[in-house]
C-alpha cells in the first residue's frame, strides 16, 4: 500500500479496534486520527498521483464499511438497552403508582 494511503488504513483499523473493544474514549481518538489522515490523504493530491493507488482505495474501501457496520451495531445494540431501560423504568412507576389504601375509622 502506498505510503499516504498507509496512514489513512492505519487510522481505520485503529477505529475499528476502539469499537470492537467499546471503548468510547479509544472511538473519539480513532475518529480525530482518521479525520486527520484523510485530510492529509486529500491534501497530498495522492489520490491523483497514479492508477495503481485504486487497488489501496479498494482496500480502504472495505476497511471503512466494516467500520460502518460495527458503528450499525452498537447503534441497535444501544438503542434495545435504552428501551428495556425506559420498559423496566415504565414498570417500576406503574407498580408503585396507585395511590394508598385509606384507613377510615369509625
Known sequence: MSSP???????????????????????????????????????????YANQDIRADFDRLEKLADAA???????????????EMLHDQDKIKSQTYSRPAARIVEA
Open 5 to 47: 494511503a498507509h496512514g489513512l488504513e492505519q487510522a481505520q483499523l485503529a477505529l475499528i479496534e476502539a469499537l470492537d473493544a467499546h471503548d468510547a474514549q479509544a472511538i473519539e481518538t480513532a475518529v480525530q486520527s482518521l479525520t486527520a489522515a484523510v485530510e492529509q490523504l486529500g491534501a497530498s493530491g495522492a489520490i
Open 68 to 82: 460502518s457496520y460495527r458503528i450499525t451495531l452498537l447503534q441497535q445494540q444501544t438503542r434495545r438497552r435504552l
